[in-house]
């Protein structure tokens, strides 16, 4: 049982990336999927989350509008559309999975970085 999320990298601030959180060795449908941020010597933040079909989301007030969580459960994947990217928004970026709400995550990928200069 694995979750890997990719797709971090360097961008300029106002650029865009999409992370990916992918599954392997589980049902990916029987759970929710969250993405968590750490900036250095910041404790995580929670990011995003989104619903078992992808009905119901939602985000932080920090990224409201400028990011976009979304599922793709036939190819047991999440994804986070990051756009108008800011400095702030650095942070090694984990997604994380649970089996229902109100519980905790008990599967965590290995995070991605994201690094974004002024």
């Known amino acids: 049982v694995q979750l890997q999320a990719s797709g971090g990298g360097l961008v300029q601030a106002g650029d865009s990336l999409r992370l990916s959180c992918a599954a392997s060795g589980l049902t990916f449908s029987h759970y929710l999927v969250g993405w968590f941020r750490q900036a250095p010597g910041r404790e995580r933040e929670f990011v995003s989350d989104i619903s078992w079909a992808g009905v119901t989301t939602a985000y932080a007030d920090s990224v409201k509008g400028r990011f976009t969580i979304s599922r793709d459960n036939a190819k047991d994947a999440v994804y986070l559309q990051m756009n108008s990217l800011q400095p702030e928004d650095t942070a090694v970026y984990y997604c994380?999975?649970?089996?229902?709400?109100?519980?905790?995550?008990?599967?965590w990928g290995q995070g991605t970085q994201v690094t974004v200069s002024s």
């Open positions: 994380a999975a649970r089996r229902a709400k109100y519980t905790e995550y008990t599967l």
